[in-house]
């Protein structure tokens, strides 16, 4: 089993730019996040989905779009790209909502 | 909102020996779950611990304890025996009972010296 993947694990934007985060999960899991990580901030949540088809807000959500349409799947959006957007973006997936998250490798974005 | 708060921005310590990382959190809530993540510097998150609030036993994974103290809103860290693979940021995490948000501290680097 992969568990949870991302891609890309890198990528630069200019200003304005747009672009599409993937995360795929192997284990069936029906919760699925999307975390960003700045340095001293720790992790916060910008979107979730309890379910194949749902999404729903977190706790830094402005600027960001996503979309559940498989249950495997979780696709984060910047439709455009700021330089406040610069941080490493980390996808996460769990069995049930107080259980154990399972978190992707990261991708480390870059504004310009 | 919760909070969760994390005191000790670094810390260090002897190869084999034992450290303690403080996390506090602010909540009204009496049902809810407590965790602690390791980041090493591969960057991948790891699970360390997992604390149900309704049960008064502190949770063990081997090396590693938990000292829940819940009418102090406590949730420390314990690592027994300090090996240089601990070496890694620690955040303590909180997530209520009718929520599905887990909120992060800032974390802890620790740093295990040989």
């Known amino acids: 089993n992969a568990g949870v993947t991302q891609t890309p694990k890198f990528r630069v934007l200019k200003t304005g730019q747009s672009m599409t985060l993937l995360c795929a999960q192997d284990?069936?899991?029906?919760?699925m996040y999307w975390y960003r990580q700045d340095p001293g901030m720790g992790l916060r949540l910008i979107h979730y989905?309890?379910?194949?088809?749902?999404?729903a807000k977190g706790e830094v959500p402005d600027g960001y779009n996503v979309s559940r349409l498989k249950k495997q799947n979780f696709l984060l959006g910047l439709e455009s790209a700021a330089p406040s957007q610069t941080s490493v973006y980390f996808c996460?997936?769990?069995?049930?909502?107080?259980?154990?998250?399972?978190f992707g490798p990261g991708t480390r974005l870059t504004v310009l | 909102a919760q909070t969760v708060t994390q005191s000790q921005p670094e810390m260090s310590v002897q190869e084999a020996e034992t450290v303690t990382l403080s996390c506090t959190y602010d909540?009204?809530?009496?049902?809810?779950?407590l965790f602690w993540y390791k980041q090493p510097p591969s960057r991948q998150m790891i699970l360390v611990i997992r604390?149900?609030?309704?049960?008064?036993q502190n949770a063990t994974e081997n090396r590693f304890s938990v000292n829940f103290q819940k009418a102090a809103k406590s949730f420390s860290l314990k690592i027994s025996d300090s090996q240089l693979g601990d070496t890694a940021m620690y955040f303590c995490?909180?997530?209520?009972?009718?929520?599905?948000?887990?909120?992060f501290g800032k974390g802890t680097k620790l740093s295990v010296i040989p």
């Open positions: 996460a997936s769990s069995y049930l909502v107080f259980n154990e998250q399972f």
């Open positions: 284990m069936n899991h029906e919760y």
């Open positions: 989905s309890v379910g194949e088809g749902t999404t």
């Open positions: 909540t009204s809530e009496n049902n809810y779950y």
């Open positions: 604390q149900e609030a309704y049960k008064q």
């Open positions: 995490a909180f997530i209520g009972a009718g929520s599905y948000q887990l909120t």
